[in-house]
Every structure is written in C-alpha cells, then in structure tokens.
C-alpha cells in the first residue's frame, strides 16, 4: 500500500522558517521523481519545487527560488522541503507527489502552511 505522509505545516510568522516532511512507503522511492506541491483557496495547485531520483538534480518555481530548498534522503524514503523568509502568499496546503515515467503518480494528504502576523 503506498503512503506519502507530510509532516511540519503550521502557522509562522512572516520571515520566519518551517521544515517540512513527506515520509513515503510502498514503493521504491529512490526510483521516483519526488515534487512538493501548494495550492492555495481559490487557486489551482502548483509546482513548488522538483528532486530527481538520481544525481540530486533540483527545480524550483520563481516564486519560491533563493527561499526553498527541496532534498531528499532515499535511506528514509523521506523526502523534505525546507522554507526560510516565509511571505503570507506562500499560505497554501502543502502536498507531496511522487512520479515516475510511464507509471501513476502518488500524492499525499497535505499539510497547511499558514504565514500570518
């Protein structure tokens, strides 16, 4: 049965920092692609921030480069996604995705970030 399980949302201050965390069961993580995706109220989900499986190659939107580092630990099968200098447009729920060529794609959950003084 396969999971992806985010952890580490919650409220924050503006400029402050949150880790977040997508533990993945089920399948064989290191062969997948692995993305954080955010959707806020109102608008459609997009795409934060891509890890490959292999050689650590990273993507990550304009909006969020320079803020947002996505990395990934395939002994853990945990993927994580670390925000510094949150602004309150990055309030959204957080999701994880994993994909791979030819083959479905999963997602979790999601977990609320809120940034808000």
């Known amino acids: 049965q396969v999971q992806l399980v985010e952890s580490g949302g919650g409220l924050v201050q503006p400029g402050g920092s949150l880790r977040l965390s997508c533990a993945a069961s089920g399948f064989t993580f290191s062969g997948y692609a692995m993305s954080w995706y955010r959707q806020a109220p109102g608008k459609e989900r997009e795409l934060v921030a891509t890890?490959?499986?292999?050689?650590?190659?990273?993507k990550y939107a304009d909006s969020v480069k320079g803020r947002f580092t996505i990395s990934r630990d395939n002994a853990k099968n945990t993927v994580y996604l670390q925000m510094n200098s949150l602004k309150p447009e990055d309030t959204a729920v957080y999701y994880c995705?994993?994909?791979?060529?030819?083959?479905?794609?999963?997602w979790g959950q999601g977990t609320q970030v809120t940034v808000s003084s």
């Open positions: 890890t490959g499986n292999i050689g650590g190659s990273t």
């Open positions: 995705n994993a994909a791979r060529f030819g083959l479905r794609a999963y």
